[in-house]
């Protein structure tokens, strides 16, 4: 079973930032918090991770809270083009026997309107 | 560097029938997972193969099978398919030497009639 919890769907503003937030309480001290987004009928797409520290890149920001047991995955100025499922995934960050399997939970449905 | 690739991108068979789907991962990486996505299960991790060897399996029939070739290119297997096994397979590739992050293929798409 997934580890993470998300609203099924958000509403977004073009050119505001979206905000999703992600509950894993039972995350443990070895793993990494990974999103992914998915558009319609595509292949998952990676766009960031973290362990403890916040986290950008081109794509997003993710903030993880202090305690670890949720965070938010910011999209900065979202675009039609960003509508999408968007997944949060609790994985281990070393590699053991079961480290490579990703666990998809329901995701957010993210819909960026005009 | 080329994405992963997935062939073919699409196939209809009908009941009974055996299918082969094909995945190249990213050059370098040694790493292949497989995941099967249906509307009523969502995405499931069926298997893992680095160097070769299946290294991590999820919980499906072994109609479902798959091997790795000596440059990573991976292809899975389903025999005897079912109206159930109508999904987007999906490959996911990754160096392979730890928990790294896995980069996903465009998908197959199998409908069985």
């Known amino acids: 079973d997934a580890k993470t919890t998300q609203p099924p769907s958000m509403d977004c503003a073009e050119g505001r930032a979206a905000n999703l937030p992600c509950n894993h309480s039972t995350i443990s001290g070895n793993e990494y918090v990974y999103w992914y987004r998915q558009i319609h009928s595509q292949g998952p797409q990676y766009i960031i991770h973290?362990?403890?520290n916040n986290e950008t890149n081109e794509m997003a920001s993710l903030i993880i809270t202090e305690d670890r047991k949720s965070s938010t995955l910011i999209l900065p100025h979202a675009t039609l083009r960003d509508t999408a499922v968007y997944y949060c995934?609790?994985?281990?960050?070393?590699?053991?026997?079961?480290?490579?399997?990703?666990?998809f939970g329901t995701g957010t449905r993210l819909q960026v309107t005009l | 560097k080329a994405g992963v690739t997935q062939t073919p991108r699409y196939l209809i068979k009908t009941r009974g029938q055996q299918v082969t789907l094909s995945c190249s991962p990213i050059?370098?990486?040694?790493?292949v997972s497989w995941y099967q996505q249906t509307p009523g299960q969502g995405l499931q991790f069926l298997f893992e193969y680095f160097s070769e060897t299946q290294r991590n399996k999820g919980n499906f029939p072994g109609r479902f099978s798959g091997r790795q070739f000596s440059n990573s290119r991976s292809e899975m297997n389903v025999s005897t398919l079912e109206l159930g096994d109508s999904a987007l397979y999906l490959c996911a590739s990754s160096p392979g030497q730890g928990s790294e992050t896995q980069y996903f293929g465009p998908g197959t798409r199998l409908l069985v009639l």
């Open positions: 050059s370098g990486h040694r790493s």
């Open positions: 995934i609790v994985r281990e960050s070393f590699y053991t026997g079961t480290a490579s399997k990703l666990t």
């Open positions: 973290g362990l403890k």
